[in-house]
């Protein structure tokens, strides 16, 4: 029933038309390199006024939170910023913030009543989480949320990488 409700696809996460898409953001909300530019060039300036007014009102997003800003000109009505955690070692608790940031972007989803949300895959570029291991986290926890909760009807994990999107199909297919 959950697997239903959850779709891999390749491509250009900042083009699709769904109620949010979710920004692999930074701390500063400030834009950057990676999903997270791609994002603000397609929404225009005005998404950074909103998120520094976010900031002006938290002072940082830190890793594994998640706020909700509105579209600008992108297709997607919200954006909901998430950061994930930057890979060291591994024990610097980098499963269960990456974890967190799936489930607060979810909880934010749900907060605003969304349908479809759609996630990039959070840490697996610059931040360097390797990409197994955060695409086994990545579904787990988005299964496990919509087993407890009826919205989102719709998540789209939007892989960029070829790799990526072979990775989640693999780990698709067996649960
Ligand atoms: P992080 O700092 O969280 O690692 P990155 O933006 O560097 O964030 O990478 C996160 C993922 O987003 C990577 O898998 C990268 O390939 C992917 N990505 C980059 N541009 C896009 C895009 N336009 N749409 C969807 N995913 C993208």
């Known amino acids: 029933m959950q697997k239903n409700r959850i779709e891999v696809i390749q491509g250009d996460i900042t083009k699709l038309k769904v109620d949010a898409i979710i920004n692999a953001a930074n701390s500063s909300l400030m834009g950057g390199g990676g999903v997270d530019g791609a994002i ?19 002072g940082s997003c830190p890793a594994g939170e998640a706020v909700i800003t509105s579209g600008c000109d992108l297709v997607a009505k919200y954006v909901i910023h998430t950061v994930g955690p930057v890979y060291r070692s591994g024990k610097n608790k980098e499963p269960e913030l990456l974890a967190n940031a ?22 697996t570029g610059i931040y360097g989480y390797p990409k197994e291991d955060a695409a086994g986290i990545a579904i787990a926890t988005v299964k496990d949320f919509l087993k407890h909760n009826d919205l989102p009807e719709k998540v789209i994990f939007v892989c960029f990488d070829y790799e990526n999107y072979n990775i989640y199909n693999d780990i698709f297919n067996r649960i």
């Open 102 to 123: 799936y489930k607060n972007s979810l909880r934010i989803a749900v907060e605003n009543n969304l349908k479809s949300i759609a996630f990039p895959n959070i840490s």
């Open 40 to 58: 603000h060039r397609a929404a225009g300036p005005k998404l950074v006024e909103e998120c520094k007014k976010i900031i002006r009102e938290i």
